[in-house]
């Protein structure tokens, strides 16, 4: 059985063990920018996508990421929308979904 530990302070500091997980973005509901952070078991290529609740696509960011801890910063010009929006993560053999809120 692997176990993991998860601390969930600023940064979201993760410790070895876990697999493929998204985090909430902290903070959320935020205002200027967020940070989206994820755990990745092995470097790999990734995207993150922010969706609007119509499913159109605000943001993309593809790219190399390390294996272990990563994270993407998104400000609020590059979404151009308020409210609650979802943003997925997607790895060549993964994928997940959560939601966001921006505020005014």
Do not use: C, S, W
């Amino acid at each position: 059985m692997e176990v993991a530990f998860r601390f969930n302070g600023q940064g979201g500091a993760v410790i070895a063990g876990v697999g493929f997980e998204l985090y909430q973005n902290q903070p959320n509901p935020f205002v200027n920018k967020t940070l989206v952070g994820f755990h990745l078991p092995e470097a790999t290529e990734a995207t993150l996508t922010v969706y609007d609740e119509t499913g159109r696509m605000l943001f993309t960011q593809k790219g190399q990421f390390g294996k272990g801890y990563n994270a993407i910063a998104i400000d609020r010009a590059l979404l151009n929308t308020t409210g609650v929006m979802y943003y997925k993560l997607e790895t060549a053999t993964d994928a997940a979904t959560k939601k966001m809120i921006q505020t005014k």
